[in-house]
């Protein structure tokens, strides 16, 4: 069923034709902020088109977007422009949907400000399509994502690009009891959950301070202050 701008509804829409390499088969509907419009931004949307990804630069009514591309050469009013996006997409889709920022070139100080100011991923028009688009779909997951050698460079300092305002009390609350070196059961016990609650807590909070596992939940943590030890 589509709706009156012709895009799938969020409950019945189908997946995007999956590229030969896989890089974005779960992608289905990207959502682009483009204040400006360039020959980078051109080149993005013919990478969507080609590969069969639904797009817009308008939110559509009952459309839940895998990932929302911020395209932006300013760092400065960066932060301001992700926290508009988040709080639109929440109130039209009550979904907080992974942002990405794009750029026309490989700006590492850019990129910097991007994950800093919240967003999940920073691309840029040097990338292969195929690069692009793999990015936008492990964003779509939640996972931070950027160019091998600016990752390496932002991740020194892995605390300082975690969101902890992303988390809710009870998840912080469970991860501090992680810190403290307590298991799933014992967290249960403590705060009067189930085992599967606890774990559904933690897989959320994993995506959002983007780690794999509570070993390196704990560390985060503690690096920024929000834990014991």
């Known amino acids: 069923m589509r709706n009156g701008n012709g895009h799938r509804a969020a409950a019945d829409r189908q997946p995007a034709p999956r590229l030969k390499d896989g890089a974005a088969g779960d992608l289905a509907f990207v959502w682009l902020v483009c204040p ?6 051109a080149g993005l949307i013919r990478v969507l088109m080609k590969s069969g990804i639904q797009h817009g630069i308008e939110l559509p009514p009952e459309i839940a977007p ?3 591309v911020l395209c932006t050469q ?3 009013d960066l932060p301001e422009a992700i926290e508009n996006i ?6 039209a889709t009550r979904v907080d949907c992974p942002i990405v920022v794009f750029a026309s070139q490989n700006d590492s ?3 910097e ?3 800093r100011g919240g967003a999940r991923g920073f691309v840029h028009a040097m ?3 195929e690069q692009i ?3 936008l779909s492990v964003a779509s997951k939640g996972e931070i994502v950027a160019p091998r050698g600016l990752l390496a460079f932002l991740l020194a300092d892995e605390s300082s690009l975690v969101d902890l305002d992303a988390l809710s009390v009870r998840q912080r609350e469970i991860l501090e009891l992680v810190v403290e070196g307590l298991s799933n059961a014992q967290i249960s016990r403590r705060l009067f959950l189930t085992e599967s609650t606890i774990k559904q807590h933690l897989r959320r909070a994993f995506k959002i301070l983007g780690v794999k596992n509570r070993t390196q939940a704990a560390k985060v943590m503690r690096r920024t202050g929000e834990g014991s030890g």
Not at 36 to 41: C, D, L, P, Q
Not at 86 to 91: E, G, I, L, V
């Open 36 to 41: 400006y419009y360039s020959v980078a931004t």
């Open 66 to 68: 895998d990932c929302v």
């Open 74 to 76: 300013d760092a400065e």
């Open 86 to 91: 988040r709080k639109a997409s929440t109130d």
């Open 109 to 111: 100080k850019l990129a």
């Open 113 to 115: 400000a991007s994950l």
């Open 127 to 129: 990338m292969r399509p």
């Open 133 to 135: 688009l793999r990015a």
